[in-house]
């Protein structure tokens, strides 16, 4: 495998990562929002009171949110998108942590 096509199958790999974060992610907030947890991030909680419904805006942020790792696909950020993604899996560990410490 040439290195052109090593990196090239590294970066897709992180965004197959990062979509599967934001699914998790996605999930999390859910779990939060059915046990009456309040958003922590202002633009998401934005989104959810000014859409028709939570899980729409929710919905609708996430798409957002995968069009911006999309894009940073296509310019072969993958460090960016590396460095996103170890974000999202410490606040989807704080997001598990936090619903497993509340339902006890």
Not at 14 to 28: C, E, G, H, R, V
Not at 33 to 57: M, S, W, Y
Request: hydrophobic share 55%.
């Amino acid at each position: 495998m040439t290195e052109r096509a090593t990196r090239w199958s590294a970066l897709t790999s992180s965004l197959i990562l990062f979509s599967y974060f934001q699914l998790l992610d996605l999930l999390t907030t859910v779990g939060f929002l059915i046990h009456g947890v309040k958003e922590g991030n202002p633009l998401v909680r934005f989104a959810l009171l000014a859409a028709p419904n939570p899980l729409v805006g929710l919905v609708i942020v996430k798409i957002v949110a995968m069009a911006i790792g999309f894009y940073c696909w296509r310019l072969r950020r993958q460090q960016l998108l590396g460095r996103i993604n170890v974000l999202f899996g410490a606040l989807i560990s704080w997001n598990m942590c936090a619903l497993i410490v509340g339902s006890i």
